[in-house]
T-cell receptor, first 118, second 110 residues
Framework: DTGVSQDPRHKITKRGQNVTFRCDPI?????LYWYRQTLGQGPEFLTY????????KSRLLSDRFSAERPKGSFSTLEIQRTEQGDSAMYLC????????????????FGPGTRLTVL | GNSVTQMEGPVTLSEEAFLTINCTYT??????LFWYVQYPGEGLQLLLK?????DKGSNKGFEATYRKETTSFHLEKGSVQVSDSAVYFC?????????FGAGTTVTVRA
């Protein structure tokens, strides 16, 4: 099975530390998305890439957050100077290229990285 | 701006009962509409989708119809099973981004 994978699955860190998460999308999926989900809420969009280009960033993504997708394959999400409010599940999703009349394709989600900031 | 409102839970049902979870959205355009499900201990999975008005999405006995007039996409199942216990998310998509509702926790008792 070559679904979306994320690493690590869990991360515990102290406030002020930097953390980096990795996402490997499904092969040949050109779009990659990052979402954040806090307890009891639905996921919130953070950013997305089409190939290596970062096309949109949410206002939720403060300047402490940075995401990259250098070769249009895997992506990393880095959080600098973590705060307790950053504790959440970080979800990655990917979708294949659109074709024909369809302007939107299903997003396939990874298992997430659960971040706990102490 | 665009937004989605989903029926609050939790919802507790007996096996074979009828389930409906309401979802409405406000939008300037016509989004694609999705229901995602999260089973205990698992990741988000697409349950069903509809991409244009009057389309009906269906999967695993669940159905939802894209109602442009009422900007709604209510999820229904005629006879739930214990294995349907999960969190259900309504998620319109605008400009390639999913906008998730808060989720509805459904528990089905035997």
């Amino acid at each position: 099975d070559t679904g979306v994978s994320q690493d690590p699955r869990h991360k515990i860190t102290k406030r002020g530390q930097n953390v980096t998460f990795r996402c490997d999308p499904i092969s040949e999926h050109n779009r990659l998305y990052w979402y954040r989900q806090t307890l009891g809420q639905g996921p919130e969009f953070l950013t997305y890439f089409q190939n290596e280009a970062q096309l949109e960033k949410s206002r939720l993504l403060s300047d402490r957050f940075s995401a990259e997708r250098p070769k249009g394959s895997f992506s990393t999400l880095e959080i600098q100077r973590t705060e307790q409010g950053d504790s959440a599940m970080y979800l990655c999703a990917s979708s294949p290229p659109t074709s024909g009349r369809s302007s939107y394709n299903e997003q396939f989600f990874g298992p997430g990285t659960r971040l706990t900031v102490l | 701006g665009n937004s989605v409102t989903q029926m609050e839970g939790p919802v507790t049902l007996s096996e074979e009962a009828f389930l409906t979870i309401n979802c409405t959205y406000t939008a300037t355009g016509y989004p694609s509409l999705f229901w995602y499900v999260q089973y205990p201990g698992e990741g988000l999975q697409l349950l069903l989708k509809a991409t244009k008005a009057d389309d009906k999405g269906s999967n695993k006995g669940f159905e939802a119809t894209y109602r442009k007039e009422t900007t709604s996409f209510h999820l229904e199942k005629g006879s739930v099973q214990v294995s349907d216990s999960a969190v259900y998310f309504c998620a319109p998509a605008w400009d390639y981004k999913l906008s998730f509702g808060a989720g509805t926790t459904v528990t089905v008792r035997a």
